[in-house]
């Protein structure tokens, strides 16, 4: 049994620093990298990069919103047309700084408002997973399970990957919870590892009110801008690796 | 006989658009596309590569210093690595954008001040020639004839293509008289015109003070942005090809 | 009778020119001019300022989202008080700049989404309301009638301008027919001042389906991005004065 | 005996929080707050002022390059006009939102290249002043002692404020010491505390080369972006007030 362990990184913004990046990369085994829009600029781009590649970890894009001041997390009502340009702008702004080191990227996660507007709305899904194709088919698309992301990546030929989260609650239609519901973020190191090697293992998650939703699990995301990320991380890893659940990305 | 003929396009941004780009495309050979950063927006991106790609014009990148408002014609002291940063990731958005297309770059511009700033600093030439080796050796770097950017292209081992101004008056040390200077800018079609052909066929042209100085023309660039700069082109174009002199990109 | 006649200038940014504002002046009454966010530049708002100072104009605040590309008609999902915040900072930096040329603003009118947005929503609505009466509390705030904005704004205790389009269909709820839909913009100069004057001397539109519309009409806006846009202004104007409706702000 | 206590504050943007301006507003009298052109965002300049209102520290604007990537480090060619706009600008946003909360603003302090270039450069110290004069004449503009920044400043009739700063050594001609070479930024409290109750007490201080220089002090500068600043802070302010140097702005 298999598991990627995916993080958002590269988010730090000229001067102001974020995450633990290099912590991170110890345990994990794909890392989405901001290319500039929400998050990121050139500099910071090509040293988590090159951070990635010394560390053996596979890199993916991780285009947002231009909105830096919002994070890439407020919605913007972009067209098609717009979403596709813009996603395609950024990876492969990414993707040459990557070749520039002689790393290919491995897949495309799109970050924030247009991942979650895109799981829901086929179209902006269609014009993410045009701009995947037309730059490199072989990138895999990130998206969450059973959502238009996904099903728009695959319809036009791309390898897709379920996307699931440890630390969040689930919610009985397969959503994750609302953050201002409380306890939708868990912050329990054992809870996570059980929730995630139930999620591998059996491919389900225990919602909110007890159901049991089945989902398919191919990458558990781990978020890197809370206190002790790396030790969780660490500890998350091992927990896998423990019940024999193998932790490593396409590109190993 | 064979020259190339080159203008600054896609300089349009979001709602205001700038530039003849489609009827200047009937008379060049290479098309320097912006890249986002001074001008352009991937929407522009992607209608100008599209745009050259069906009138048979060779793509270069055109990056420019981060600076919409001052157009990248601000000077900004930035360092060696932080040049290389921006021109990578501005060359890689536009290369990525054009492959999407089905086409290759065939050249690399640096844009306003960066280009001016770059033609006298070998470590910013050098950062600039670096970014371009990295990504794509196969790519041409413009320059001034003589210029440290053309020097560090060459000790890079790229091909480097030596740009001329057919409407703008020399110094009698081969720089451009300053656009202050007044006569500095030459209006009259067959003066620039006969300029043009002294340049390619003669590898010189006469400076302000009447002195004669020995120049390579590898490439002419021709201003989009005037009023009558399309009909301007056509002219210039009619002119060289009847002089014998074909024009044409190095991808032709 | 009276009425303003408005109109969204100072939208240039940098190296790239909008509208024709100088023309336009001569027509209306009160200049909605952009402050840097979705249009505008510090030196253009300088130079709106004067123009507008010279030409007899009043002065209105017309802050947006940040948001160049889309010029601030693509909606954002942002809290109240990340609109309050932008407003406040948005018109301080105008009235700034208009006291240092010996004007006071007259009026505050939201630019594009976030006009659209804040008519609909009072939590919006209310967020635009605070941040005018915290600066200035004499402020006019510009509003379509009846809309949750111009509620909210009177609720505040700020004097409101209802603001019509003479230009632009209505449907039979009073709301203007989507630009989606044929025939809802308005290209007959008579017919637009024949709905001009009915507007005014009736507060009534006829809307769509041939009903009639009682609407509250304080200012007229007019489009000035499009050609022949200061002929038509002046054509309006001299209609609404050969009817007996004379043309002013609140400033004159 | 008395002096000005001043920090650079406000300076998150979006996402990035930066500095412990809560902690260091204990300690100083006068905060220069970012304006949202090299950092700060209308949010946290809302909250920064709020922040300095109830701690009874005096607020001053601390206008930049817009340059958000290089944080307003890097010296960009702009005309004096260019500056003269975006000072007038970004002091009239933060003017705006003051007043809105009530608080009249004290002080302009241009931030990093800006100030750097205006302390040479006559023209652009001018344009500087014709901001500050245009907006409020009564607004104290800080600046290096015997710079041009003052002396324009002195020149347009505004009252000015000579900046030290006690933890940087200073050549021999009164200007700092350049961070590139060694020892130039004093990292030792009591060698802090000792230059400035110097600088304060006696005018002067000692360059590096052990001569003595003649400066005067109005206000000490003090960096709130390194570790342990908040402690640095309340050492140096203790030290001074048992000297028996009273701290405080022009406002108290």
Known sequence: MRIDLNS????????WPMGQDAALMDSISSANV???????DPGTMRATIALAREKGVAIGAHPGFQDLAGFGRREIKATPAEVEDLVLYQVSALAGMASAQGVRLQHVKAHGALY??????????EAIARAVVALDPSLILFGLPNSELLRAGQAAGLRVAAEVFADRSYDPDGSLTSRATPGSVIHDTQKVVDRAITMVRDNKVIAVDGSTIALQADTICLHGDTPGAAEHARVLRRALEGAG???GSWSD
Not at 116 to 125: F, S, V, Y
């Open 116 to 125: 979650n507007m895109a799981c829901r709305d086929r179209a902006l899904a």
């Open 245 to 247: 659940i193998s932790v």
């Open 8 to 15: 958002d990184l590269g988010e730090s913004f000229g001067p």
């Open 34 to 40: 901001a290319c500039g829009f929400h998050a990121g």
